[in-house]
């Protein structure tokens, strides 16, 4: 079928990684770049990769089949109408847009250009996410009822757009769309109820850090969590079924999962607990309970970008669909709107 020529808007961190490790050299020919910075464009000179005059002459080089938009997020929504009306099909970084209005809008304008438009919603892809869902599927713990998914660091928010409200900066976009956006492909089931609490603790107009609450109509109840601020980190995941508990440590996968046994005349026995005696909370007698690793994780069948030249090419169905999308953005305006803050 040929490789695809594809050009890269923005060559900052994110645009230079799809350059130099992410794009697969057996569908993609590299055209070449733009960006707004001429530093940013030097490096891409010095990295041998065509650097292009303007936005305007990436669109009317008729080579360029497709295009990567790799931008500060508030401006996702003009590139992208740009693109697809300069006929070229669109992979689009995430956030898709600051706003479902916005997703709607380029949508359209995908449809009525018959342009593939996709969103990089890469993190479907992750290892411990894929652990996850095979702990859903196989059941090692039971029916799972309890998700918690966390992200911590320590290093504030980075960069400079990401603290600006205008350019759709704070955790929410920037983290929270990907911790979302797998939780509503793990639980399939409508959301019931959602709780968020933002923190500003750091003093920026954005969030530095949340945490979300999401009650699904199926009983399973998630907590979506990001911090900034945190010099000792949580474990990445942490889920409770109705046969033991698991947990996934970070994403190097380690982590591990305690199951009940058959046995249920081991009982526990009465624990010293601080200045206390505890039945309740000792741990679960030796016969009562195994530890299980977790589970191999079933890697995609296909990459992102494999799908991406599918989609384009042979009209193959996308991983990431833009429904699936526009319910997370939906999902983020409700988190923005009825946030409580905490500091
Ligand atoms: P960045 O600041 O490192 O890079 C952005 C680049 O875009 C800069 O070089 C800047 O000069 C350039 N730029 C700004 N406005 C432009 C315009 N109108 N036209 C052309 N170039 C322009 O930011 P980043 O971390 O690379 O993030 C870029 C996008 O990638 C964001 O949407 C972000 O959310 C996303 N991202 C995704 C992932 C992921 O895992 N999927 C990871 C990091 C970033």
Redesign the pocket.
């Known amino acids: 079928m040929g490789k695809m020529n594809i050009a890269i808007?923005?060559?900052?961190?994110?645009?230079s990684y799809h350059a130099s490790t992410l794009l697969p050299e057996e569908y993609y020919t590299l055209a070449g770049i733009?960006?707004?910075?001429k530093q940013?464009r030097a490096k891409a000179e010095e990295a041998d990769i065509k650097v292009y005059e303007s936005?305007e002459a990436v669109l009317a080089d008729d080579e360029v089949e497709s295009i990567i938009i790799?931008?500060?997020?508030d401006?996702?929504k003009d590139?992208s109408i740009a693109a697809l009306e300069a006929g070229k099909h669109v992979i689009c970084?995430?956030?898709v847009m600051l706003s479902s209005e916005e997703l709607d809008e380029v949508l359209e304008v995908a449809e009525a250009t018959d342009r593939v438009f996709m969103v990089?919603q890469?993190?479907r892809w992750d290892p411990d996410f894929l652990v996850v869902r095979e702990l859903f599927h196989n059941k090692q713990i039971g029916d799972i009822f309890h998700i918690e998914s966390r992200v911590h660091g320590a290093n504030g928010i980075p960069?400079d757009?990401r603290h600006m409200k205008a350019q759709g900066g704070g955790m929410v976009l920037?983290w929270g769309v990907?911790l979302l956006d797998q939780i509503h492909t793990l639980v399939d089931s409508p959301i019931a109820k959602v709780r968020s609490d933002l923190s500003f603790v750091l003093g920026n107009e954005v969030d530095d850090g949340f945490t979300i609450t999401i009650l699904h109509e199926n009983g399973i109840k998630s907590v979506v969590e990001v911090g900034t601020t945190n010099f000792v980190k949580l474990p990445r995941w942490y889920l409770k079924g109705t046969k033991g508990t698991a947990i996934i440590e970070d994403w190097d996968l380690s982590g591990r999962t305690i199951v009940a046994t058959d046995n249920n005349a081991a009982t526990p026995q009465p624990i010293q607990a601080g200045v206390g005696l505890t039945k309740t909370m000792a741990p679960p007698s030796e016969e009562a309970a195994e530890e299980i690793p977790l589970p191999t994780p079933h890697l995609m069948n296909e990459s992102f970008y494999f799908n991406f030249y599918r989609v384009v090419r042979e009209e193959a169905e996308p991983i990431v669909k833009n429904n699936e999308v526009r319910e997370v953005m939906l999902l983020m305006e409700q988190v923005f709107n009825e946030a409580d803050i905490i500091n």
């Open positions: 808007i923005g060559y900052g961190g994110m645009g733009w960006d707004i910075s940013q936005l790799a931008t500060p997020n401006s996702h590139i970084e995430k956030p990089h890469n993190r960069g757009w920037d990907h």
